[in-house]
């Protein structure tokens, strides 16, 4: 079986037929290269917290799948780095990302989602992921980051073009140079003209304090505002998908909007946003479900396929609002690599779910979802839906 194919269209049945199989399998990687995919969560959970798996792509042996070719200076991120200079660039992304500091957002991001549900009540039908989902979610980031409006480019573009099922090498790196092009830019007017914000203070971080190379706030500035937008937008559209695809949740939800979070870690759990973790490459011969996976391998760790382990959940494969532990997913990582952007990601979705619930409480869906062909994320396509009276 070609297994990244068959995920790039129906991941859940791939890794459910592979988990049942057996905890670790060898597969071939979506570049060709021999690679090892662990399935289910207690092997997935363990792995995640190993610092025997590095995500330095030094410690990968020649012939490994190492990821996107980046230049050196979009690739010096976090998800290429271990301790200590992870610690070091998460210690400084940090400050920004704090459950406090996220809290403090609650009535600013609020009062945008309102805003974009404004631009929609004029509208019979609306497409949820490009009219809502997707602007909330840049929107979010970019003010954070101090993106000025003007400024924001087609990120969805972007996105596609690297992480579709159809990316090529060829536009891979059109797409990069294209990313690259606009960072340098944004950096450069911070620079000449510096705000309140965090990509602000990571120029001040690096210029006056000698703390980043120049390589490493590229990178950061890129890895924030790419990953931090596309991840949110997927956990919004399919909390939102969950919420219109079921009345009698809905109903739950209408009485008891305190259960809205609640349904924010199912939905992240049940649509995992990131079907796999950053690809990892043991420092040294690692055991990982009974397998003994040699040092410099490529691992790529399931966490769609751990977060509906019926090992771990009770019926895995619905989403309801009684898990006793709602919380205790894997979408956002463990250990020093838990998703810096979590608090944020989190925020975001519960306030659409609850915008979307008070303001059309009679939408409704009213033509077949459509999902990103993908093997590295989960995200809706289109969203269609009648607003109602």
């Known amino acids: 079986m070609d297994v990244a194919r068959a995920m790039a269209h129906d991941p859940h049945g791939v890794f459910a037929r592979m988990r049942e199989a ?6 071939v990687a979506p570049d060709g290269n021999p690679a090892w995919l662990v399935t289910r969560y207690a092997d997935v959970q363990a792995a995640l917290g190993d610092p025997r798996l590095s995500l330095n792509k030094a410690h990968a042996k020649p012939g490994s799948y190492k990821g996107f070719e980046l230049p050196p200076a979009l ?3 976090l998800l290429n780095m ?3 200079d992870h610690t ?11 459950a406090r500091r996220t809290a403090s957002l609650r009535g600013e991001l609020g009062r945008a989602a309102q805003a974009l549900a404004d631009g929609l009540a ?5 497409d949820l992921v490009h009219d809502f989902a997707t602007p909330f979610a840049v929107g979010a980031i970019s003010e954070l980051l101090g993106v000025p409006a003007e400024s924001r480019a087609d990120f969805r573009t972007w996105t596609g073009a ?12 059109a797409t990069v140079r294209e990313m690259y092009a606009f960072f340098v830019a944004l950096l450069a007017a911070k620079r000449a ?21 120049e390589d490493e706030l590229t990178s950061l500035a890129f890895l924030l505002l790419f990953a931090g937008y596309e991840n949110s937008a997927n956990l919004i559209s399919g909390a939102l998908l969950a919420m219109l695809s079921d009345d009698a949740l809905r109903d739950t939800l209408r009485a008891d909007p305190e259960a809205v979070p609640v349904l924010v870690e199912e939905v992240a759990r049940h649509m995992s946003p990131a079907l796999l973790a950053i690809r990892r490459f043991p420092i040294e011969d690692v055991e990982l479900g009974g397998v003994l996976i040699p040092a410099g391998d490529t691992v790529f760790l399931s966490i769609a396929g751990a977060n509906r382990d019926p090992r771990r959940y009770d019926r895995p494969d619905r989403v309801h609002l009684e898990r006793a532990d709602p919380a205790r997913h894997l979408s956002f990582g463990q250990g020093i690599h838990y998703c810096i952007g979590a ?3 989190r925020l975001e979705a519960e306030l659409a779910v609850r915008t979307i619930l008070t303001r059309f409480p009679n939408a409704k869906r009213y033509a077949p979802i459509a999902w990103q062909p993908s093997i590295r994320v989960r995200g809706l396509a289109a969203l269609p839906v009648e607003l109602g009276d």
């Open 193 to 213: 003209d510096p705000g309140p914000d965090l990509l602000s203070a990571l120029i001040a971080a690096r210029d006056d304090e000698d703390r980043l190379s």
């Open 75 to 77: 690739d010096a991120n």
């Open 82 to 84: 271990d301790p200590p």
């Open 122 to 126: 004029t509208r019979e039908r609306v």
């Open 88 to 98: 070091r660039l998460r210690r400084l992304a940090g400050q920004a990302f704090t």
């Open 343 to 345: 608090p944020l990601a």
């Open 162 to 173: 690297v992480l579709g099922a159809n990316a090529t090498r060829d536009g891979i790196r």
């Open 22 to 27: 057996g905890p670790v399998h060898s597969i």
